[in-house]
């Protein structure tokens, strides 16, 4: 059972005028879930890109730290279109959303891929000059980039399984 | 046989009978989809920035196409695959479906639009290989495949509302 404090903010966030503002705009749900798609589209693709250099499935003769600043960006720009989008679609319908444990696997999930990224980012950054030249990275590393790949694929799973959460 | 009866055969199957009444089989068709998907607009979109010179400025276009590509093709097997399966579950409403028709029309679209770069625009590419910012041609066709890919997505995301 889903604890009374997180239903009692649902049914607040149900009730404020921007939750009825989108829930009666017929169009606004699926449009906000475009942009929602579109955005973490770009988040997997360039995440995901860096964790396949770094297992070394692609674009092994790159600098890792070129690999690095060329995509990350991306990740934290569409991470925040995503973000945004998705904050708007749980006003829209928190009730349906905040108390599954889809929902909040799928945002424990994100919160690790997130801290996942960032140490990478930070790490690649400080290591440049032994991990760019390096034929393998460390174990370590590639162990990360596959709990990378596998989150991702899990916060996606997530959301689309909130649709399909029973009761 | 019409196609009526064609998308009933399909319907009719034990698979599609499977994924319509299973409780799993959908949604991890359709979570898989969305997964798929979201990479192959997503690796498009990286390339069609660079197309449009406002990413990986520093790299040149067909080294970003080769090494991206690849991916972005077998991540569109997964997805056509899938995408078959939740299309089989009700074949006939998915055919009559506008919306879904719509989705097909634009991913023609930008599939027409790849072709269009990679035989016409691409010929000449090693003059522009390098060039941070490619001439018109190959920027009108970044331009386009960002729109025609969203289309997709919009389109298709319409089709669960209006089954």
């Not at chain 1, 955005?39 to 297992?55: C, H, K």
Request: glycine share 6%; net charge neutral; proline share 4%.
């Amino acid at each position: 059972m889903p604890d009374a404090g997180i239903i009692g903010l649902a049914d607040w966030i149900a009730s404020t005028s921007l939750s009825h503002a989108i829930g009666m705009r017929l169009w606004a749900i699926p449009t906000i879930q475009s942009v929602h798609i579109m955005s973490l589209a770009i988040v997997l693709a360039s995440a995901v890109v860096v964790d396949f250099r770094i297992l070394g499935l692609m674009s092994t003769d790159q600098p890792l730290s070129a690999m690095a600043r060329r995509y990350f960006p991306g990740v934290w720009i569409a991470l925040v279109f995503a973000t945004i989008s998705g904050l708007l679609l749980l006003i829209a319908e928190p009730v349906r959303s905040l108390p599954t444990w889809e929902f909040q696997g799928k945002m424990a999930s994100l919160l690790a891929v997130v801290i996942i990224t960032v140490t990478f980012q930070r790490t690649i950054s400080a290591r440049a000059a032994e991990w760019d030249a390096a034929p393998a990275l460390p174990a370590v590393a590639r162990l990360a980039a596959v709990v990378s790949i596998a989150l991702w694929i899990v916060i996606i799973f997530g959301g689309r399984w909130i649709a399909y959460h029973a009761g | 046989m019409t196609l009526t009866e064609f998308l009933q055969a399909i319907e009719h199957t034990a698979f599609a009978t499977a994924v319509r009444e299973g409780a799993i089989l959908f949604p991890f068709a359709e979570s898989t989809h969305v997964v798929a998907l979201a990479f192959v607009v997503g690796t498009v979109i990286l390339v069609d920035l660079r197309l449009l010179g406002l990413a990986s400025r520093n790299l040149p276009v067909t080294k970003l196409t080769n090494d991206l590509l690849p991916w972005t093709w077998g991540a569109f097997a997964i997805a056509a695959i899938t995408g078959l399966t939740l299309f089989s579950s009700t074949a006939e409403r998915y055919f009559d479906n506008s919306y879904l028709r719509l989705k097909f029309l634009f991913m023609f679209l930008a599939g027409v639009n790849m072709l269009v770069f990679h035989f016409i625009t691409q010929k000449n590419v090693k003059e522009w290989d390098t060039d941070p910012v490619p001439p018109i041609g190959a920027r009108v066709a970044g331009g386009l495949s960002i729109v025609f890919w969203a289309c997709v997505i919009i389109f298709g995301r319409w089709v669960g509302f209006t089954l």
